[in-house]
């Protein structure tokens, strides 16, 4: 069954959280276990559906954030909180560290740059690599790789856990969520704000704007907006599992003033990714892939690892990043309107998350004050989907494995559609269990899952029918 939205509460929360991506789940938790009265509001049936579903899942040490910036300051605050707190929640982490590999005298007369900005941002352990380490290191790049910086804290997570974890530990310190809440419109009120939704009214003192790509749009509902939001579509190509042994390291390029370029890594997952493409358009929902893109970005990713040749491309997706006029993000209390922006956060939004929502609170506590936390966090592990860590089918009473291309279980799949925060879309039953990602994109297990979802889940299996 499709969670149903709000009834109409005259009772104010403390703080509404609209947008359910990344960030505004690890904005809603932040406030829970800070002791508020909160709710996270989403227009979609399911979390993740926007920005946050598409995007490389590297955890960055913010090496290469412009310093003094904000995105510099929330992105190595959410590293260290995310390394502080991922085993608490069964979260994955795979340290591979990354390379920025220059392939041109020019590319390698900046890389001293690169490693002074990285000690600036903190990150010290940061420095130069010669070709003759870059081969033992990297065996299988191409031949002409010159010269490389070495970022070993960069790592690979799981990009869909972490949120849920957020969102499951928000809901267990008493916040609520609401989903297939579109917000239309909103009054002010002497206590805050009476949020008009398809759903009914939600009464909160304070709103918090974390809504991604239509985050002008509910900006407007407190002021015009002084941002516009553009989104940057990024496609990547996945390729086969059997690729994920060519690189051990993430291979990032030497970045441009416009964009930090095509990447190849692995994934948590065991695939091997490249990506993303950097292209701006006004849609904020159409997140295509084109033939000729996906060409390119393979061309690049066989330029850089000439043995990805010899294996398939399973896959292919699109994100799109929030992009907006301004480099740095727009995150800013409104005293006088109740109301906190956090806006145009882009491809370090994972990672930064959870630094953005301890500065989110601390914008709270400043200007509207402080809640009376709990004597006791409760954590919310969840399922590990990382291939390199024990799973599900690995168990000795584990339940018959429904899609073979990822090994998932029918006890994972049925598990989904429980628990306080129930899988409500096709998108989030893959992004939850994998199913029906591997090489076959579904062909086989299709029938299955959807028996397994019949009567859970109705309009899911009404919508695949």
């Given at each position: 069954m499709t969670p149903a939205g709000p009834r109409s509460d005259p009772r104010p929360l403390d703080v509404a959280v609209i947008g359910a991506g990344v960030v505004g789940?690890?904005?809603f938790r932040e406030f829970a276990i800070a002791g508020a009265r909160c709710a996270l509001i989403e227009r979609d049936a399911d979390l993740l559906a926007g920005a946050s579903k598409g995007n490389s899942a590297i955890l960055h040490t913010g090496f290469d954030a412009t310093p003094g910036t904000l995105e510099a300051r929330c992105?190595?605050?959410g590293y260290r909180r995310y390394r502080e707190i991922h085993a608490k929640l069964n979260l994955?982490?795979?340290d591979t560290g990354a390379v920025v590999v220059a392939w041109t005298a020019q590319e390698e007369a900046a890389l001293p740059a690169i490693v002074a900005r990285a000690h600036e941002n903190g990150v010290r352990d940061v420095r130069l690599m010669g070709a003759a380490e870059l081969r033992v290191r990297e065996p299988r790049l191409a031949a002409d790789a010159r010269a490389a910086v070495l970022v070993p804290g960069e790592a690979?997570?799981?990009?869909?856990?972490?949120p849920l974890a957020y969102a499951l530990q928000g809901l267990a310190h008493g916040g609520t969520v609401h989903r297939n809440t579109l917000v239309k419109g909103g009054t002010r009120t002497p206590e805050g704000w009476k949020l008009a939704t398809d759903a009914g009214v939600i009464h909160a003192r304070v709103v918090v704007n974390c809504a991604g790509n239509f985050g002008d749009h509910v900006e407007a509902i407190a002021r015009p907006s002084p941002f516009r939001i553009r989104p940057r579509k990024g496609q990547f190509v996945v390729f086969d599992k059997s690729a994920s042994a060519i690189a051990s390291s993430i291979v990032l390029p030497v970045p441009t003033e416009r964009t930090k370029g095509v990447v190849v890594c692995r994934t948590i997952f065991g695939n091997l990714i490249v990506g993303p493409?950097?292209?701006?358009q006004d849609d904020r929902t159409a997140a295509t892939v084109d033939q000729a893109a996906l060409r390119a970005l393979i061309d690049t990713g066989t330029r850089i690892l000439p043995a990805l040749a010899d294996h398939p491309v399973t896959a292919t997706y699109a994100g799109l990043r929030p992009a907006t006029e301004h480099k740095d993000y727009q995150i800013e209390a409104l005293p006088s309107a109740n109301w906190i922006t956090v806006a145009g956060i882009r491809s370090t939004g994972l990672t930064g998350s959870l630094g953005i929502a301890a500065h989110v609170r601390d914008l709270h506590e400043e200007h509207f004050g402080r809640f009376d936390p709990p004597a006791t966090i409760i954590w919310t592990p969840v399922d590990?989907?990382?291939?390199?860590r024990p799973r599900g089918h690995m168990a000795c009473d584990r339940s018959r494995i429904v899609c073979h291309c990822e090994l998932v279980t029918e006890r994972e799949i049925a598990a989904a559609?429980?628990?306080?925060?129930?899988?409500?879309?096709?998108?989030?039953?893959k992004r939850r269990t994998r199913c029906m990602m591997g090489r076959c994109q579904g062909f086989y297990c299709?029938?299955?899952?959807?028996e397994i979802a019949s009567g859970r889940c109705g309009d899911l299996v009404e919508h695949i029918a």
């Amino acid at each position: 069954m499709t969670p149903a939205g709000p009834r109409s509460d005259p009772r104010p929360l403390d703080v509404a959280v609209i947008g359910a991506g990344v960030v505004g789940c690890a904005v809603f938790r932040e406030f829970a276990i800070a002791g508020a009265r909160c709710a996270l509001i989403e227009r979609d049936a399911d979390l993740l559906a926007g920005a946050s579903k598409g995007n490389s899942a590297i955890l960055h040490t913010g090496f290469d954030a412009t310093p003094g910036t904000l995105e510099a300051r929330c992105v190595g605050d959410g590293y260290r909180r995310y390394r502080e707190i991922h085993a608490k929640l069964n979260l994955p982490v795979l340290d591979t560290g990354a390379v920025v590999v220059a392939w041109t005298a020019q590319e390698e007369a900046a890389l001293p740059a690169i490693v002074a900005r990285a000690h600036e941002n903190g990150v010290r352990d940061v420095r130069l690599m010669g070709a003759a380490e870059l081969r033992v290191r990297e065996p299988r790049l191409a031949a002409d790789a010159r010269a490389a910086v070495l970022v070993p804290g960069e790592a690979i997570i799981d990009p869909w856990s972490a949120p849920l974890a957020y969102a499951l530990q928000g809901l267990a310190h008493g916040g609520t969520v609401h989903r297939n809440t579109l917000v239309k419109g909103g009054t002010r009120t002497p206590e805050g704000w009476k949020l008009a939704t398809d759903a009914g009214v939600i009464h909160a003192r304070v709103v918090v704007n974390c809504a991604g790509n239509f985050g002008d749009h509910v900006e407007a509902i407190a002021r015009p907006s002084p941002f516009r939001i553009r989104p940057r579509k990024g496609q990547f190509v996945v390729f086969d599992k059997s690729a994920s042994a060519i690189a051990s390291s993430i291979v990032l390029p030497v970045p441009t003033e416009r964009t930090k370029g095509v990447v190849v890594c692995r994934t948590i997952f065991g695939n091997l990714i490249v990506g993303p493409t950097a292209e701006d358009q006004d849609d904020r929902t159409a997140a295509t892939v084109d033939q000729a893109a996906l060409r390119a970005l393979i061309d690049t990713g066989t330029r850089i690892l000439p043995a990805l040749a010899d294996h398939p491309v399973t896959a292919t997706y699109a994100g799109l990043r929030p992009a907006t006029e301004h480099k740095d993000y727009q995150i800013e209390a409104l005293p006088s309107a109740n109301w906190i922006t956090v806006a145009g956060i882009r491809s370090t939004g994972l990672t930064g998350s959870l630094g953005i929502a301890a500065h989110v609170r601390d914008l709270h506590e400043e200007h509207f004050g402080r809640f009376d936390p709990p004597a006791t966090i409760i954590w919310t592990p969840v399922d590990n989907l990382a291939e390199h860590r024990p799973r599900g089918h690995m168990a000795c009473d584990r339940s018959r494995i429904v899609c073979h291309c990822e090994l998932v279980t029918e006890r994972e799949i049925a598990a989904a559609f429980e628990g306080p925060l129930p899988v409500a879309s096709l998108g989030g039953l893959k992004r939850r269990t994998r199913c029906m990602m591997g090489r076959c994109q579904g062909f086989y297990c299709t029938r299955r899952v959807m028996e397994i979802a019949s009567g859970r889940c109705g309009d899911l299996v009404e919508h695949i029918a």
